[in-house]
């Protein structure tokens, strides 16, 4: 196989690591008419990146065939940006390099710890992915449409312009922040629910058979992300040890509280005034996720419908959705352990909700109820 | 509006509290060809109920037009069980008396408490409802093929016999399980997690706009349950106090090891033996919820379609899920917030999954990617 050299009126970006994010931003980059090469420290994920459209395998030499790089990703684990950066700095001197890290202040400090000036060097981190890895889980629409934090500490804005650019390009959204910012927002939203989610599924571990054949949606919601890859996890998590740290004891307060309150309380109380705080405030922490496209405070009313298990049901009843001009927001099927036959919930506008449900049910559908937003 | 006598050939079943779960029994019941008689505290309740076809309102006196009960249903919330059991017994003194509580031990004893002899009650509890309440959210399918918990404690096997019936008569099946067994397994499987979900959404109560807007899938599953009724949640969690202060200290010591750990672990840490432990462990503990139909350790594949949110998007995916004879075991949508495209994940048969993207990809469709089952 030899490489080509890319073709494009600018320069040739080089992505470094080439799993399911650098993949992914090759693909993205290709399809927006770029000069990809491609490279990573395993042969084969290089070759089946390329193979997959994500780019063309760089030449062993940056030398070689005419290659003029210009901007530089760098999408390895954590633990090896610093290093890699530093290294592609003296091998591409005058190119920009963006790095994309799930964490920023440490690769940051350790980037400094390497190199007198890395203003060249900005590090990003896109809010997308997935608990699956490896480039054959990777698509030029991973960041479509998604927020794409871009971290300009120290850097010129030279490197920022750059880097909010490949953003575009792969069909993300820019959002400036701190690396200090950046890394307490995902130790909110993303580090501390992960630990907490393992924490309860590890609670399932070594549960009798029949605590498991009762367990619902809920506990299902709140344990998938346990299902993700703990060594990646491993890595992430001791990156940024002092935010997790933070807001991991924020939480375990709370929960202390709750069983300080509930040992005190004695069997005849049907009140507990910290397990009533505890729930008032997390419904209005939730209620500021808000519904999709952002439209805060917006609920959609849930037509649930009961379907069997086999090929068609679905296409069914959403196309009798169709036939009504009804847009089904959001969509889920609840099954139960055990049993060939589910719940469909359709997430609709409220005004369309009743309607909805009466055509379906003239249809012959079981629809199981229509529930309307309640504040 | 003047009640007419239920017909049947055994005498017939009165529902005391026509919320969610009471009027869901009656209309399972109704459905089922059974007599049934509502009655709720609040008369308007018992209206919306009948003419929702739970049932007929009871009369004032059960003297009254010949009603012969021969078991009672008692759904009404924790705190008020065990009165209702004992003023229903007074009334009915030849009837089964069925209650339908979360929580099984509090009212057990409460009952004891109130009655000399209490072998005629049998508490139930159906592992089915909604974070959403009231009667309009009822159904008939509410049941269907969901486990429905049956604690004998201190019971004539008779009740237990009536309680069984009326499980399969609603569609559901019953697990028969002590108050004790029951009322730990609520706990790590409902209560613990509903907590956990109100504090984790808590934490984003006072959190920066900019922190929102990045938020992801991931904390909007884990916080689902936090949008739930803290009224109910106050009382169910207050009624199980013992066994969630249990399971939540369980839960809180698993999070400080954590805490510690990430406290003596040192900036150049890349790896964490207790961050790793709670990891591997959570995952063991998800493995165990396997998928839908209690096949556990089955993975699906999952292929990822970019949909735009308009009217027919979903039936025209599904459709050609249809053509191709694919069976959509699960689905799900995932908005990116302020954005109008999302992504649509199918949950398919791995044998099915490549011939799916292909097809998908060939009728025009944006395939984001498809990943196997991992382990």
């Known amino acids: ?59 062993l030499s940056p030398g070689q065939a005419g290659v003029a790089v210009d901007t530089v990703i760098v999408a390895v684990p954590p633990a090896a940006i610093a290093t890699e950066c530093s290294r592609l700095t003296h091998t591409y001197p005058t190119a920009t390099v963006i790095h994309v890290c799930s964490v920023q202040t440490r690769p940051r400090l350790e980037i400094d710890r390497l190199m007198l000036n890395s203003s060249h060097i900005i590090g990003t981190h896109p809010m997308a992915g997935s608990e699956r890895g490896g480039p054959t889980a990777s698509s030029a629409a991973l960041f479509r449409d998604r927020p794409w934090v871009i971290c300009p500490d120290g850097c010129e804005p030279s490197a920022a312009a750059v880097a909010d650019d490949v953003v575009r390009a792969c069909g993300g959204y820019p959002v400036r922040m701190s690396a200090t910012a950046h890394d307490d927002a995902v130790a909110l939203v993303s580090h501390t629910p992960q630990l907490v989610s393992s924490a309860l599924a590890g609670q399932l571990a070594d549960a009798a058979p029949e605590i498991v054949t009762i367990a619902g949606t809920g506990i299902r919601d709140l344990t998938r992300l346990a299902g993700a890859d703990p060594v990646l996890w491993r890595d992430i998590i001791a990156s940024n040890a002092g935010p997790v ?39 209005a922490g939730r209620e500021r996720l808000g519904g999709k496209h952002g439209s805060r405070g917006r609920h959609w009313s849930t037509v649930q419908v009961v379907i069997e298990d086999r090929p068609g049901t679905l296409v069914a009843v959403l196309s009798a959705c169709q036939d009504l001009g009804v847009n089904v927001e959001d969509i889920s099927v609840d099954h139960a352990p055990g049993h060939p ?15 909805l449900a009466e055509a379906l049910r003239s249809r012959g559908w079981e629809v199981a109820g229509v529930a309307f937003p309640h504040d």
Do not use: F, K, Y
């Not at 036959?341 to 309607?355: M, T």
């Open 245 to 283: 740290r933070r807001h991991l004891r924020d939480l375990r307060d709370a929960l202390d509280r709750v069983i300080l309150a509930l040992g005190e309380s004695g069997p005849g109380d049907h009140e507990n005034a910290a397990v009533t705080r505890l729930l008032d405030r997390g419904r």
């Open 341 to 355: 036959v589910g719940v469909l919930e359709l997430q609709v506008d409220p005004v369309a909700a009743d309607s």
């Open 1 to 59: 196989m030899s490489a080509r050299p890319p073709s494009g009126e600018s320069g040739a970006t080089l992505i470094v690591g080439a799993g399911l994010i650098g993949a992914s931003i090759g693909m993205a980059l290709v399809a927006a008419g770029r000069s990809v090469w491609l490279e990573d420290a395993d042969p084969d994920v290089t070759r089946l990146a390329a193979a997959l459209g994500a780019g063309t395998a760089a030449p």
